[in-house]
Nanobody, 126 residues
Framework: QVQLVESGGGLVQAGGSLRLSCAASGRTFSTYDMGWFRQAPGKEREFVAHISRSGGRTYYDDSVKGRFTISRDNAKNTVYLQMNSLKPEDTAVYYC???????????????????WGQGTQVTVSS
């Protein structure tokens, strides 16, 4: 029901910042909780951050707390991930996804999300 396209990835040095965007198509964007996940080479896709439909509640993996901020602008059908103080271990393909209200699963679980973007590469050099 919703199509997602990530952008904003790139190559940065450790300590730098990037802002990822996820643009959604469809008339019901505001009805979805949204999440960010990432996948490093040879590793399983892992949870990064989650935001509620109105933006009033957010959740983060411990590895990014205090450094990353998830936000959304429902008027623009866009969710963001501001990444500061980047570390080499943040290197991964980053994906945005829409949470399934029908499944109502745990916010950090891959299986709780129905629709996924194509991903954007983030590379952090030392």
């Amino acid at each position: 029901q919703v199509q997602l396209v990530e952008s904003g990835g790139g190559l940065v040095q450790a300590g730098g910042s990037l802002r990822l965007s996820c643009a959604a198509s469809g008339r019901t964007f505001s009805t979805y909780d949204m999440g960010w996940f990432r996948q490093a080479p040879g590793k399983e896709r892992e949870f990064v951050a989650h935001i509620s439909r109105s933006g009033g509640r957010t959740y983060y993996d411990d590895s990014v707390k205090g450094r990353f901020t998830i936000s959304r602008d429902n008027a623009k059908n866009t969710v963001y991930l501001q990444m500061n103080s980047l570390k080499p271990e943040d290197t991964a393909v980053y994906y945005c996804a829409s949470y399934s209200i029908w499944r109502n699963g745990e916010y950090s679980s891959l299986t709780s999300y129905d629709y996924w973007g194509q991903g954007t590469q983030v590379t952090v050099s030392s």
